[in-house]
């Protein structure tokens, strides 16, 4: 879909359908009270009479062939003084929806002209197009007969009513970087485990680096990750038929600076393994590589971005399967590290790939490294679904990443990294033990990976509760592509 940015009087716009916004109670915007008042009350009196209240996602369509356009979409946003950051996102994302359902090919949005506190035009409509595309996203590729509706929307304009500055037009070239990245992050979720194995997450990434110019991809295979000592990786990929897969995305845009590395898990299908997991909701588990399509999907966007950085992207790809060769709880490997680790729960996965993945990019002497998993389920106990959880070796790091959250909406939420958390991970038998009890899985596992970047610069993001939702609505989110990104423009002094 095409985005652009306009400015003008509300009144004097052509189009298909112009987009207003209405706060409670029946209080008009002054985008659209400048329109009302240019066409003799049409709005106030409709909404004097009730028709919208102006509640949250509430909207209304209005026929107005008449005018110099054919509709009006007058859009809820709530309580004037709560109009924050989530209420424009959700009136973005209101006025998405209800314009895929007119027909309409193209939209002019007064939204984008709204006051949001702290927040200036670039802002709104770098969100509002990420609202927007998130809103109409829909995974059908799959499905012999597409859902019917009307012809999609093909472009749209967020307008202002005095020009909002150049800023606002880049905003539209971050906004779509991010949007396609996230975008691939929900793709390569959304499909199935039978397809999207090991080898096709290698192939796609593969596929970025013959579009863009700056990446390269690298993909090693199960000998070369036997020659390397990583015992901990292969330990998991054991009981698959699948072939593991260690791919390395270098994206060079920095010259010699040193790279930032981001390391995402990407178990592919995790049936737990021997330590099987139960039967209900099992078929989630495709979304055990969401840290894997994260990077992907950052990648991507910072190839587009064309930042002057220079990034590595390692996924840790393969299978947590059942069968006669695979791993045993008790069963002691040896991670690349040289580290021993007694594998009390198969199930317990994410970290044994993640650690040899960690140790590997060393190599490339990062400045810093963030891990991306969807790694403990006490994550999701402690956090929900809303914010990730944020661990690290360093607070520099930690808040950088806690401020990329508030402004994208992709937030986190630091917890604590104390020494005396990893206690519960020693072990009789070998260097350390990969789960402890139930108390603190979250910082447990973190704590686990703390000893594989020990002397480097690391923040883990654990997103087990955010990477997908579950019921009606099921599916990959992106997240936290938005998030990685943010980070990364700020490196870039483009923030």
């Keep these: 879909m095409e985005f652009s940015v306009k400015s003008g009087n509300s009144d004097k716009q052509r189009s298909a359908c112009i987009v207003f916004g209405v706060f409670e109670s029946r209080r008009l915007s002054a985008p659209a009270e400048q329109f009302d008042q240019a066409n003799g009350g049409l709005l106030s009196g409709l909404i004097g009479n009730g028709d919208m209240e102006g509640r949250a996602g509430q909207t209304l369509l209005l026929p107005t062939p008449e005018l110099p356009c054919e509709r009006v979409l007058l859009v809820g946003c709530g309580p004037a003084d709560k109009f924050n950051d989530n209420a424009y996102r959700r009136a973005m994302a209101a006025m998405a929806k209800a314009l895929a359902d007119t027909g309409a090919a193209e939209a002019v949005s007064y939204l984008s002209d709204l006051e949001v506190k702290g927040r200036d035009a670039a802002w709104r409509v770098r969100e509002g197009l990420l609202a927007v ?52 992050a929900k793709d390569l979720g959304n499909l199935p485990p039978n397809i999207c194995t090991p080898s096709y997450l290698a192939e796609q990434a593969e ?37 593991p897969k260690l791919i390395v995305m270098r994206y060079q845009g920095g010259g010699n600076t040193k790279p930032i590395a981001l390391v995402g898990k ?32 950052t990648m991507r966007a910072i190839a587009e971005l064309e930042l002057p950085l220079n990034v590595v992207g390692i996924v840790p790809a393969t ?18 590290s040289g580290q021993t680790i007694e594998i009390l729960n198969t199930d317990a996965e994410g970290r044994l790939i993640l650690c040899d993945a960690l140790t590997y990019s060393r190599r490339f002497e990062p400045e810093t490294v963030v891990d991306i998993a969807t790694l403990t389920g006490a994550c999701v106990i402690a956090l929900g679904h809303l914010v990730h959880g944020l661990m690290g070796n360093d607070d520099g790091l930690v808040h950088e990443l806690l401020a990329a959250g508030e402004v994208t909406g992709d937030r986190a939420w630091q917890l ?37 970047t020990e002397g480097v610069r690391w923040a883990h993001l654990d997103i087990a509760g955010t990477a997908w939702k579950s019921g009606k609505e099921k599916g990959a989110t992106g997240r936290p592509v938005p998030l990685l990104t943010q980070f990364l423009l700020e490196r870039a002094g483009r923030g």
């Design 133 to 184: 595309s998130d809103a109409l996203y829909r995974f059908e590729r799959l499905k012999s007969k597409k859902n019917d509706r009307p012809r999609a929307l093909q472009s749209l304009a967020f307008a202002f009513t005095a020009p909002p500055g150049a800023a606002a037009e880049e905003a539209i070239r971050i906004g779509r970087a991010i949007a396609a990245g996230v975008s691939l």
């Design 266 to 297: 990407g178990i592919t299908f995790d049936t737990g393994g021997i330590s099987i997991k139960p039967a209900q909701g099992m078929d989630e588990m495709k979304f055990d590589m969401c840290g894997a399509a994260s990077v992907l999907g």
């Design 416 to 452: 604590p990294l104390y020494e005396e958390y990893k206690e519960a991970l020693e072990s009789n038998f070998a260097d350390v033990a990969n789960v402890g009890d139930r108390a603190a899985g979250t910082i447990t596992a973190a704590g686990f990976l703390s000893r594989f």
């Design 319 to 336: 299978e947590n399967m059942p069968g006669g060769a695979a791993t045993k709880p008790g069963d002691i490997v040896t991670s690349m």
């Design 207 to 243: 596929a970025l680096a013959k579009e863009y110019g700056k990446l390269t991809t690298e993909v090693l295979s199960r000998p070369q990750m036997e020659e390397l000592g990583m015992g901990a990786l292969l330990a998991v990929a054991r009981g698959s038929r699948e072939e």
